[in-house]
């Protein structure tokens, strides 16, 4: 199997996303109507320049909701990971991924070092096992936010394991115009909406993996929720306003985060949190090693369970002050139905006597939740 899609193969495996697409989440639209862009600006950092930004001219609406159900969080001792990816995901119905179109997104933001960047290790582990479960044509699709994304799947050794482990890679930087969907909605803090790769959107199953380290440049943390930022456009690829200009620059910045999430669905999230970055992040930072590995299909249950860990050692102010589900990540999430509304709907479930003791001590900072 190739590790690169063209435009053509990539179209094909996304099943038209210039198309629009509807029935991805109750009430929501995705429209491909171009709006006119600003000039164009080629700063290519997280301090961009704020851009201006126009109202959108299609907006529908998204259905917010407030989930009833308990959320399972596994977790168990991540000294060996292969053996520890190995029994979270034994957890999840695999079969359910025989012959289906699957598309894995992991954290390839830079090419900086776990727990910086997805540990190649995880990345291995988690592609043997889809591989295993009979998935069909498994693409691995990723934007890194602080380095040029082809340079970053070479310097980590993404596409090396592409070549041993049988799976795709898509650039997406490199996408055309016709590989990305446009979310376009009335209560998105987005003034223009956003454009969300047509991987994750038409896949038939998701799985996500990401790291555990706070963010310095306004995200405060980032988790499963804002691994989902590296699911959009930079820019949009038709034309040049830039969406993650638009998105450093705003005190909508968490919030924006969560509602990214809104508009994909996933199946499973895997958390390497051997080791995690409980100040700076997130290329460097304050390093601890809580040696754990988690996974949930609710996003917000875990991320919950992360802010919990990095409490445990204590962390900076933004992530330690108040409840955690009052975050501004996690409390859109919640109202926008992507995961559980309340602590009390987790359910910590350790697979080893290592973890055990540790979801006990997580268990109390839960329980401060009410």
Not at 73 to 83: P, Q, Y
Not at 124 to 142: F, K, P, S, T
Not at 206 to 233: D, E
Not at 259 to 278: G, L, P, Q, R, W
């Amino acid at each position: 199997m190739s590790q690169n899609l063209d435009r053509r193969e990539y179209l094909k495996y996304a099943g038209g996303a210039l198309l629009v697409v509807a029935g991805i989440t109750a009430g929501v639209y995705y429209s491909q109507k171009t709006e006119p862009t600003p000039a164009h600006t080629e700063q290519q950092s997280y301090a961009r320049t704020p851009t201006s930004t126009q109202p959108a001219t299609a907006r529908t609406t998204i259905t917010t909701s407030t989930r009833q159900d308990i959320a399972e969080v596994f977790m168990i001792d991540g000294t060996d990971r292969v053996s520890a990816i190995q029994n979270l995901l034994a957890k999840f119905d695999l079969a359910g991924f025989a012959g289906k179109r699957t598309a894995v997104k992991a954290n390839y933001n830079s090419s900086d070092a776990f727990p910086a960047s997805t540990h190649i290790d995880t990345l291995r582990a988690i592609m043997q096992n889809l591989n295993g479960a009979g998935a069909d044509r498994i693409v691995l699709a990723e934007r890194s936010g602080m380095g040029d994304t082809r340079r970053v799947l070479e310097e980590t050794g993404v596409f090396r394991l592409a070549e041993e482990a049988g799976f795709d890679v898509v650039v997406l930087d490199e996408l055309p115009a016709e590989g990305w969907v446009q979310i376009i909605d009335e209560r998105l803090h987005w003034s223009r909406g956003f454009k969300l790769a047509g991987a994750f959107a038409e896949a038939e199953r998701v799985v996500q993996t990401c790291c555990l380290k706070t963010h310095r440049f306004g995200g405060h943390f980032t988790m499963s929720l804002k691994n989902s930022v590296g699911m959009v456009a930079d820019r949009d690829p038709s034309g040049s306003y830039e969406y993650m200009g638009e998105l450093h620059s705003s005190q909508f910045q968490r919030q924006m985060i969560a509602e990214i999430n809104k508009f994909y669905k996933v199946d499973i999230v895997v958390m390497d949190a051997t080791e995690a970055f409980v100040r700076d992040g997130p290329e460097r930072g304050e390093l601890v090693k809580p040696n754990l590995m988690l996974a949930s299909k609710d996003r917000v249950a875990l991320d919950v369970v992360g802010v919990a860990v990095l409490r445990s050692y204590g962390s900076t102010p933004e992530v330690m002050k108040g409840r955690i589900s009052g975050l501004e990540q996690i409390s859109r999430a919640a109202e926008l139905g992507v995961g559980i509304s309340t602590a009390s709907q987790i359910k910590l479930v350790p697979l080893d006597s290592t973890s055990q003791k540790t979801a006990e001590n997580l268990q109390t900072i839960l329980d401060r939740e009410g």
